[in-house]
């Protein structure tokens, strides 16, 4: 995907001053911080401005981008060859560029500031790397439990001082009863030591994706259920939804649109379990037939009731 | 380029339900200290002579992302993911009254 101009992200003239760029990119950088934005995207706009910005801020990397574009990395490569003009290096001098984007790949991995696994790893024992992961799980999942298998990618090192890529696969069980947002941590499933140094920790956040009837509140889900206005007025008994399957609900007489009914410990599992609430909706079913428009003003003469009185009007 | 792929499948059954300071501090990158603020400010909750319950982690990888990105100082990210927590519980129960509101007659 091409890149989008860097001044464009931040909002910003191309002769920009310091502090306009700096001003841009806080607003910007507040506004979409994916802790405070959830809407969809909004992270990798946030990684869009901190890159631009990191380019930006840099008086020395923006000339070379004002210079370049996005081979802006590239200044001192593309400089030198218009300087002498010869094409042979071009391909090695790719090469190159090639290995460090490699170890920059390995290094921003891990929250941490490793030295590079090539020139590390195999010399001085280096504890692995904490691995982080996102997993999506449907709210059933979170319910009942669910497994994902990861995988992750290392550089080994091997005795002839080599380095080779060692993919590894790790089946994750997700126990029922996780919340959305929670973060599992698996000691000792990161990223491998080097040496006898132990391996890194893997985490893991959950995200519970949205369902079709219920809302998550930690452990807690509601449903909104409509019923009729006999059922309200009457009182009934009704079958409900829940994670489990359904259940049998008592709606009691006299019951009010939005009132809140509690299942008690139909949540999500866990000690102690959360609870479903039932939001209730009265659906007044439209007068279709002359029987049935009757039936309404016979209501309306029966009951009295004017709903408005409080208003005074 | 000699290149091998080792596959190996490890299932992992046990979930660690504690996690030390040190493994909090080697995980985000943060100095020890900064840890020590986010209990002070109330952020995250600590126990006497025991790790970390690992449900701390949330709270902690916000935390620290907060203070990385925007420099925002313990007091003002105790008042943040106090606002964002209940902001996401509003946003909950305006879900549900808009499913509500949803429901069409029929």
Same mark, same amino acid.
Request: glycine fraction near 8%; hydrophobic fraction near 35%.
């Given at each position: 995907?091409?890149?989008?101009?860097?001044?464009?992200? !931040?909002?910003?003239?191309?002769?920009?001053?310091?502090?306009?760029?700096? @001003?841009?990119?806080?607003?910007?950088?507040?506004?979409?911080?994916?802790?405070?934005?959830?809407?969809?995207?909004?992270?990798?706009?946030? @990684?869009?401005?901190?890159?631009?910005?990191?380019?930006?801020?840099? %008086?020395?990397? $923006?000339?070379?981008?004002?210079?370049?574009?996005?081979?802006?990395?590239?200044?001192?490569?593309?400089?030198?060859?218009?300087?002498?003009?010869?094409?042979?290096?071009?391909?090695?001098?790719?090469?190159?560029?090639?290995?460090?984007?490699?170890?920059?790949?390995? $290094?921003?991995?891990?929250?941490?500031?490793?030295?590079?696994?090539? $020139?590390?790893?195999?010399?001085?024992?280096?504890?692995?790397?904490?691995?982080?992961?996102?997993?999506?799980?449907?709210?059933?999942?979170?319910?009942?439990?669910? %497994?994902?298998?990861?995988?992750?990618?290392?550089?080994?090192?091997?005795?002839?001082?080599?380095?080779?890529?060692?993919?590894?696969?790790?089946?994750?069980?997700?126990?029922?009863?996780?919340?959305?947002?929670?973060? !599992?941590?698996?000691?000792?499933?990161?990223?491998?030591? %080097?040496?006898?140094?132990?391996?890194?920790?893997?985490?893991?956040?959950?995200?519970?994706?949205?369902?079709?009837?219920?809302?998550?509140?930690?452990?807690?889900?509601?449903?909104?259920?409509?019923?009729? #206005?006999?059922?309200?007025?009457?009182?009934?008994?009704?079958?409900?939804? /829940?994670?489990?399957? @359904?259940?049998?609900? @008592?709606? #009691?007489?006299?019951?009010?649109?939005?009132?809140? !009914?509690?299942?008690?410990?139909?949540?999500?599992?866990?000690?102690?379990?959360?609870?479903?609430?039932?939001?209730?909706?009265? /659906?007044?079913?439209?007068?279709?037939?002359?029987?049935?428009?009757?039936?309404?003003?016979?209501?309306?003469?029966?009951?009295?009731?004017?709903?408005?009185?409080?208003?005074?009007? | 380029?000699?290149?091998?792929?080792?596959?190996?499948?490890?299932?992992?059954?046990?979930?660690?339900?504690?996690?030390?300071?040190?493994?909090?501090?080697?995980?985000?990158?943060?100095?020890?200290?900064?840890?020590?603020?986010?209990?002070?400010?109330?952020?995250?909750?600590?126990?006497?002579?025991?790790?970390?319950?690992?449900?701390?982690?949330?709270?902690?990888?916000?935390?620290?992302?907060?203070?990385?990105?925007?420099?925002?100082?313990?007091?003002?990210?105790?008042?943040?993911?106090?606002?964002?927590?209940?902001?996401?519980?509003?946003?909950?129960?305006?879900?549900?009254?808009?499913?509500?509101?949803?429901?069409?007659?029929?």
């Amino acid at each position: 995907m091409a890149k989008r101009d860097f001044y464009q992200v !931040l909002g910003v003239k191309r002769d920009a001053s310091e502090e306009e760029i700096r @001003k841009a990119y806080r607003n910007l950088a507040r506004k979409f911080h994916p802790d405070v934005n959830k809407a969809a995207g909004s992270e990798d706009r946030f @990684k869009e401005i901190g890159e631009a910005y990191s380019v930006l801020n840099d %008086s020395k990397k $923006r000339a070379a981008y004002d210079k370049y574009g996005e081979m802006w990395k590239h200044a001192e490569e593309l400089d030198a060859a218009a300087e002498s003009r010869s094409g042979p290096n071009a391909h090695y001098t790719h090469m190159e560029d090639l290995g460090s984007l490699f170890e920059e790949l390995f $290094r921003t991995r891990g929250p941490r500031g490793y030295s590079s696994p090539s $020139r590390g790893s195999g010399v001085f024992p280096i504890p692995g790397m904490d691995q982080h992961a996102k997993i999506d799980i449907s709210l059933e999942e979170a319910f009942h439990g669910a %497994s994902r298998t990861l995988r992750f990618t290392y550089p080994e090192s091997q005795p002839d001082g080599q380095g080779r890529p060692r993919s590894e696969e790790i089946k994750v069980k997700i126990p029922p009863g996780v919340t959305n947002g929670q973060i !599992l941590r698996l000691a000792g499933k990161g990223g491998p030591g %080097s040496g006898n140094a132990p391996s890194g920790d893997l985490y893991i956040e959950l995200r519970i994706t949205p369902h079709k009837l219920f809302e998550v509140d930690g452990k807690d889900i509601y449903l909104s259920l409509p019923i009729s #206005p006999w059922e309200a007025a009457l009182g009934a008994t009704i079958s409900v939804p /829940v994670l489990a399957g @359904k259940v049998e609900m @008592k709606i #009691p007489a006299g019951a009010q649109a939005g009132g809140k !009914l509690r299942l008690k410990g139909k949540g999500l599992p866990g000690s102690p379990a959360g609870d479903q609430y039932v939001v209730l909706k009265i /659906v007044t079913p439209k007068a279709k037939s002359q029987k049935q428009r009757e039936f309404y003003r016979d209501m309306a003469e029966e009951f009295n009731y004017d709903p408005r009185a409080e208003l005074g009007v | 380029m000699a290149s091998r792929r080792n596959k190996r499948t490890i299932p992992i059954r046990r979930i660690a339900t504690r996690v030390s300071a040190q493994e909090l501090c080697r995980a985000y990158g943060i100095e020890y200290s900064f840890l020590i603020s986010m209990i002070e400010y109330g952020i995250i909750e600590a126990e006497p002579h025991r790790d970390f319950d690992t449900s701390v982690l949330t709270r902690i990888g916000r935390a620290v992302r907060l203070h990385r990105d925007l420099q925002v100082n313990p007091a003002g990210i105790a008042v943040i993911l106090d606002l964002l927590e209940e902001l996401e519980s509003v946003n909950t129960r305006l879900s549900v009254l808009e499913r509500l509101h949803n429901y069409r007659n029929r």
